[in-house]
């Protein structure tokens, strides 16, 4: 059974002896829900001196590596030697395979009374490995051989790997990010959740639904992979209506700004209903034209925060974040998702005043915000699909979902030789035979029939959609099951 030593963030050994109990046992509890997602148990969970033993059932280090308030964390073995040649053979014979053909140095701490020092245990145990290695290098070693001397027994630690530090997620209230699953709001959100905070995801669907789909997937690959100790939630506004009211009555150059602003009067709302302590976003400051101090100063004077508006981001380059996005693991997914299409391609304004703000918001219908905050979607993201993001009205979507059932309408008067490779003819598709749940979409040559043959299905009680536009942008050589869960047609990616 595989033992670890976790060794924890420097600041949390150092405080107050009321608060760090309860950091030690949330960390502690986080680090079980790791254990845990990966199928395993922790079986003995010990603080000694700062540190945190565990016994697990299973080979679990890198899902601990993950987790928030770990420094490091690596397996350790344990022994009680009678002197000091014991010792040292001991750590040499259990270290030997980790120097081969190495260069290493032999690193010891010891408390406790012995006729020995650590420098002398360095030395015996440097000595036994030497043959096995590439030698001794004492300043910038290629392995680390651990070694802790405790009383009777010695501790020997290997692969220790880096964690990420920062405190354990749930000692710092809940935050609810601003999420639209590009670069930036991901990272915002790994770094608060690294000092503590619960958060969960607020997403705006401003117009195709697979922006809204990928934003999705990030969220749940952030989820699953970093945060840990709670069941993380992606709550989805539809804000298309919205958007289509402020581009009926808003001038081009104080339409983002708006937008904004709307977006943190939602999230405020959310905020209140739902009882989150603060509200993040991945802004950074000149970052887009709308992000100008000046802009910032505007929304905040006219809206009035009830809650607390964090941007982890204000100074970083854009280079940093996407360096943290690759390094956290999300890039690939980030990249993919498309840029909301510019509802102001130009002249934004860069300087609103708080009065100018305000008469614009004016011109907006007051009760559209509520009615939109009361459709709102909340879905736990560790059981959820992408698709359950898209709001049930919807009848026709522009992609298809990874694991839906495509059913080809193309020849519906019965002529199903050549349907789709991938794909059920409409002829042999027998809704009864179909789980409620099941994702289905329907496809014809130009998104007329397939919406008639959709929206039967809906009737059915089937969750079935029309592919918006059709076929029409398919080439002859294109695999459905290729396009699944790729952008189809006109969506393009974000590049670097
Ligand atoms: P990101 O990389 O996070 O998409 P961005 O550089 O594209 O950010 P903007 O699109 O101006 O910048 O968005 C700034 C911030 O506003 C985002 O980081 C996010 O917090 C929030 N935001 C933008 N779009 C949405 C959305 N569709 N839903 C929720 N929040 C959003
Ligand atoms: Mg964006």
Sequence with gaps: MPSYIVTVSGEIPLRSSRTRPRFYRRLIENIRDAVSREGGKVIEAEIVESKIYLRTDKEVAPAISRVFGVHRVGTVLTYEFRDLSDLAKWAAENSRDLVAGK???????????????????????????????????????????????????????????????????????RGIVLFSGGFDSPIAAWLIAKRGVQVDFLHFILGSSWASYLAFKVASKLSSEWLYGYRPRFIVVDFRRIVEEIVKKIEWSMRQVVLRALMYKTAMMVAELKGYDAIITGESIGQASS??????????????????????????????????????????????????????????????????????????????????????????????????????????????????????????????????????????????????????????????????????????????????????????????????????????????
């Design 103 to 173: 260069t290493f140095a032999v690193r010891v701490k010891r408390s406790g009374n012995h006729p020995f020092t650590s420098l002398d245990v360095a030395r015996e145990v440097g000595t036994l490995l030497k043959p096995y290695s590439r030698g001794v290098d004492l300043e910038s070693p290629e392995v680390k051989v651990e070694l802790e001397v405790r009383g009777e027994r010695v501790f020997l630690y290997r692969n220790l790997v880096e964690g990420p530090g920062g405190l354990p997620i749930g000692v710092e209230g």
């Design 291 to 496: 992000q100008t101090l000046k802009n910032i100063e505007a929304i905040e004077a006219v809206l009035k925060p009830t809650k607390p508006i964090l941007r982890p981001l204000v100074g970083f380059d854009k280079e940093e974040i996407i360096a943290l996005s690759r390094k956290i693991g999300l890039y690939e997914l980030s990249a993919k998702v498309p840029e909301a299409c510019a509802i102001a391609p130009s002249r934004v304004e860069t300087k609103a005043s708080p009065e100018e703000l305000s008469r614009e918001l004016d011109k907006l219908d007051p009760e559209l915000v509520n009615q939109t905050v009361n459709s709102l979607i909340d879905l736990d993201l560790l059981e959820s699909r992408p698709e359950d993001v898209i709001p049930g009205s919807d009848l026709e979507i522009e992609f298809l979902p990874e694991n839906a059932l495509v059913v080809d309408a193309r020849n519906w008067r019965g002529i199903e030789d050549n349907a789709l490779p991938g794909s059920i003819p409409l002829s042999k598709f027998n809704p009864e035979e179909i789980p409620k749940d099941k994702t289905i979409v329907v496809v014809c040559e130009n998104g007329s029939i397939s919406l008639i043959v959709a929206g039967l299905l809906r009737e059915k009680g089937l969750k079935a959609y029309s592919l918006k536009n059709g076929l029409v942008g398919l080439k002859s050589s294109d695999s459905l099951s290729a396009l699944k869960g790729e952008a189809f047609g006109c969506n393009s990616n974000r590049g670097e």
